[in-house]
């Protein structure tokens, strides 16, 4: 069988022309083994009809395979050569034979200069698809840090409403007014702490 991949053909026919060869011979040595058992089997028939007769069907068998041998041979010879002519002849794409898919590169030929060119920009294009795509994840992963945020913020507002609520129902028209309020005499508070603790301190010394 030729060693020749034929890839172009393949693409063509959607098999390779070895693989069609392959199947024809295989083809026809099926067909060649039952013609020899089919003959041989009229032959012991005969043989049976004959009365006396010497040639056992031991003695056929062994006839049968010499001779089926020999038919292999002269066919294995034969094919060698019709495959010869298949697969430069019939199977074979010529080189000046362009496919449907490919008419493109008639019109559109590139130099090996221009093809390197292609190839760096191509190059250049990956990376940069490579660095879109992490920005990307990046943008993606913070856009989940704020929806985070923003449940947190959307939790606090809910409880300062709920605070509202309560301040109202105890007499409370402004509940950030009081918070606000609250804070301040908070600050108050710890300020005069803190002047009667410097106070004690200072009575204590002296």
């Known amino acids: ?25 295989i083809a026809f ?8 058992q089919a003959v041989e089997q009229v032959i012991l028939k005969k043989l049976d009809s004959i009365s006396d007769c010497d040639i056992s069907p031991v003695q056929i068998r062994k006839c049968t395979e010499k001779f089926l041998s020999f ?24 080189p000046n034979i362009l496919l449907p898919e490919d008419k493109s590169q008639e019109t ?6 221009e093809f390197q060119l292609l190839q760096k920009e191509i190059e250049q294009l990956q990376r940069k698809y490579k660095t879109e795509l992490c920005a990307k994840q990046a943008l993606l992963a913070e856009l989940e840090e704020q929806k985070i945020v923003q449940a947190k913020l959307k939790q606090t507002l809910t409880l300062f409403d709920e605070l509202t609520n309560v301040g109202r129902d105890h007499g ?17 508070l710890q ?5 009667i603790e410097k106070e004690g301190e200072r009575l204590k010394t002296s």
């Open 172 to 188: 409370i028209s402004d509940f950030r007014e009081s918070l606000v309020s609250l804070v301040q005499n908070s600050r108050k």
């Open 71 to 94: 038919m292999k041979g002269r066919f294995d010879n034969l094919f060698g050569k019709m495959e010869q002519l298949f697969l430069q002849l019939i199977l074979r794409i010529p």
């Open 29 to 36: 040595q099926d067909y060649l083994f039952e013609v020899m």
């Open 1 to 25: 069988m030729s060693v020749d991949p034929m890839t172009y053909e393949a693409q063509f026919f959607g098999f390779t022309p070895q693989t069609c060869m392959l199947r024809i011979y």
């Open 191 to 195: 300020n005069i702490r803190d002047n």
């Open 108 to 113: 559109h030929s590139y130099s090996e200069e």
